[in-house]
């Protein structure tokens, strides 16, 4: 995950509370029609995971960000630097090239979706002309090996943590959203 804000560091996490889609070319819902879901998408990631993620990754120490917003680009490049830039514009604090439309075709049917990111990279437009490098492929490896067992520790934090039921509205949301 690339940061697109000087003060989300490589090595940092981030419990995500929006994504803005930038793919072009992905399938995003499992309704084609005659049935079609318009789901309410304001607040995509589960309010009860993230609160569990939040309060899991500050007992275990780790560099923290309690929201964010992700940009997805479709890929498989990185940006330009006038892209990052304008990404970061537009208000987003991450990028990356997954999860949308995952978190997407996850509420249709009604499944709860966490978003915890590993920031690995600063990507290419926020610090151009510094001397911190753009974003390469062997950077993001390297921070992502480099952080790995913590994101581990965390996943698990919060699967050992989530209680049976938590009435957080995903399954009723997918409900609402049917029609036809
Ligand atoms: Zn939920």
Redesign the pocket.
Known sequence: MGSLKRNIKPGDFVICDQFIDQTKKRKDTFFNGPQVAHIEMAYPY?P??RKIAVSQAKKLNLRIHGKGTVVVIEGPRFSTLADSLRFSKMGGDLINMTQYPEVVLALELGI?YLNISLVTDYDAGIYAGSKIKPVSIDQVLNNFKKNNAKLKKLVSAVIKNTPER?G?G?KEKAERALIG
Do not use: D, K, P, S
Request: with cysteine.
């Open positions: 589960c009860e995971f709860c938590t957080c995903c």
